[in-house]
């Protein structure tokens, strides 16, 4: 999958133009606030029409604008392609191939793309709530099915959680909840396999991308922390049984508490080198690198899955990486087309064979 052409009108701060990337790799340097970002972000948005920074579309409409419009050349499904977006007096319109589509979600079926962004760094340093999110959102783009999982299972945990405030005023409701515990089990029982499968199959790549980052000196782990006391080759017989003895024997502090204290919603997910935890000892480039890996290693699942080698967009993913970690992903992240953004001249200028962009105050030359 390769950008071939990318035009943009009364986006954000950019001013009226287009750019033409290389195949490989493409830096985009300037100083803070001039628009670099915005470049990628209206890539992403061919992704399925959603910002990667939570912006709504009205905030993409440039200063004293009415609308804005985006359209983009792309080498796909051993074709060329074109699509569009045009946002204006609350209305999105997408066209694919000059044909209009009445949902964003038509885009997904014909390009993809993988971002890192410096919010990305909250997977190692925040709360597990990110961490599940990163590996249930990750799934999803390979399972339909697992998005309707989780709504399922966040549904019977509200509705135990719901059960346990009330078990405070009837005791006798106590006897109910095996009823939700069967159902919980279930599903939860299914959500826990998915996971365990998907980072079987991600910790491979992404051990090969820690190890060309850091020159072959770190070993990059994830492991999967289970507050039920599953393991990564339970069957999913065996998850279930798991889950039902760790909400028996959690059923006091639940009463307690009034809410479910183990179970899939309470997971972790720990990212390990050289057998160290990363949040509590790693670097700022170790951190930096660590998601980098795992962002990367998304990117060649997805290919094993389609087909296609989806577009890499690495936003201000220079900084606080040394000269050797810089030089890999600027000339060594072959075969895929990567969009990197930088502040400083003298990361453009390691760039072996490319493409460079200024941009200033939303010109890009």
Known sequence: MIVKELRFENYRNLENNSITPADNVNVIY????????????????????????????????????????????????????????????????????????????????????????????????????????????????????????????????????????????HSELKETLAIWDDSLTAVGAQIMKERYDYLKKLRA???????????????????YQSTSKTEENDDIGTLREKLRAAFLASQREDFYSGYTSVGPHRDDLDFRINDISVRRFGSQGQQRSAVLSMKLSEAELLYEKNGERPVILLDDV???????????????????????????????????????FYINNGVVT
């Not at 992704?47 to 359209?71: D, P, Q, T, V, Y």
């Not at 990197?340 to 760039?351: D, I, P, R």
Request: proline fraction near 2%.
């Open 30 to 169: 300037g100083e803070n606030a001039q628009g670099k970002t915005n470049l990628l972000e209206a890539i992403w948005l061919f992704c399925g029409g959603h910002s990667f920074r939570g912006s709504k579309e009205n905030e993409m409409i440039a200063f004293e604008k009415k609308f804005f419009r985006l359209s983009l050349k792309f080498f796909s499904c051993e074709r060329e392609q074109t699509a569009d977006i045009a946002f204006g007096q609350n209305r999105k319109q997408i066209w694919i191939n000059g044909v209009e589509r009445s949902s964003s979600s038509y885009l997904t079926e014909i390009f993809s793309a993988v971002v890192f962004s410096p919010e990305h760094l909250n997977l190692i340093k925040r709360g597990p709530n990110i961490r599940r999110r990163f590996i249930d959102a990750a799934i999803c783009q390979h399972r339909v099915r697992y998005a309707s999982l989780l709504s399922k299972y966040q549904q019977i945990i509200n509705q135990r959680n719901a059960l346990l405030k009330d078990i405070k005023k």
């Open 205 to 223: 790549p992404a051990r090969l991308f820690h190890q060309g980052i850091s020159g072959d000196k770190e070993i990059l782990d994830i492991e």
């Open 318 to 356: 220079l900084s606080e990486l040394d000269n050797s970690r810089q030089d890999f992903l600027l000339n060594k992240v072959e075969q895929y087309q990567v969009f990197v953004t930088c502040c400083e001249e003298s990361n453009k200028e390691q760039l072996k064979n490319g493409r460079v």
